[in-house]
């Protein structure tokens, strides 16, 4: 069966330091990986997403993600963190086979990531 | 700001009410969606439609009736919920083509529905 985990409710950082919110899934076959973000009162904007090719994608707001086939993670980063990225981070994952249920996006339960000034 | 819309913001109902939540999308894409969102459970697909026919129906009780009369607009008609309907409501939409499943969904900012 497919699924995400996102194993921490919450993330706490400190303005400045490096962030990381953690993913990891379980798919049939290759993966396409997403990461999105809501903060209060609105919906989810899409952050990145790998697909194949470079383990190491960039996406918006400086945020980044690497994806690594054999611990089947796909953790989302930030070299330095701003008050501001404080939201609520979900990970997606999709099986590549686009048949079936494999076409549903797989989605985690969220971690909220405080940064605190 | 992310192309699409949805209407209204906020929704408060009787149990015995009809109400429909509105979704518009400015992005030309050919597939929208209703989620649900709860505290706490992963967020909840319940409708899909690609070029306006709903491709996927997952499970949802009848008292949800989706709506999708061009690939630009998505209704969601609303009757007799029950409180445990309460939830904020997504519509999004994504640009969907055979063997592409890596395209991403724009969300709206969601309905805000509860149930009394």
């Known amino acids: 069966a497919q699924s995400v985990a996102q194993p921490e409710d919450q993330v706490n950082v400190a303005e400045g330091n490096p962030l990381t919110v953690k993913c990891t899934y379980s798919?049939?076959?290759?993966?396409?990986l997403f990461w999105y973000v809501q903060y209060p009162n609105r919906g989810l904007q899409f952050l990145l997403k790998?697909?194949?090719?470079d383990n190491l994608v960039k996406g918006s707001y400086g945020f980044e993600a690497e994806f690594n086939k054999s611990q089947t993670s796909f953790h989302l980063k930030k070299p330095s963190a701003l008050v501001s990225d404080s939201a609520l981070y979900f990970c997606?994952?999709?099986?590549?086979?686009?048949?079936?249920?494999?076409?549903?996006?797989?989605w985690g339960l969220g971690t909220s990531l405080a940064v605190n000034p | 700001e992310t192309g699409v819309t949805q209407t209204p913001r906020h929704l408060v109902m009787g149990m015995t009410n009809k109400k429909s939540l509105k979704c518009e999308q400015h992005?030309?894409?050919?597939?929208m969606y209703w989620y649900k969102q709860s505290a706490k459970k992963p967020l909840e697909l319940m409708f899909v439609?690609?070029?306006?026919?709903?491709?996927e129906n997952n499970s949802v009780p009848s008292r949800f009736s989706p709506e999708c009369p061009n690939s630009s607009h998505l209704f969601l008609h609303l009757h007799t919920l029950q409180p445990e309907d309460s939830a904020l409501y997504l519509c999004?939409?994504?640009?969907?083509?055979?063997?592409?499943?890596?395209?991403?969904?724009?969300f709206g900012p969601g309905t805000r529905l509860t149930v009394l």
């Open positions: 992005l030309g894409h050919n597939a």
């Open positions: 999004a939409s994504s640009q969907e083509a055979y063997r592409a499943a890596y395209n991403e969904q724009f």
């Open positions: 790998y697909i194949t090719g």
């Open positions: 997606a994952v999709r099986a590549s086979t686009n048949a079936g249920n494999n076409r549903k996006l797989i």
């Open positions: 439609y690609s070029l306006e026919e709903r491709v």
């Open positions: 798919v049939s076959g290759n993966p396409y």
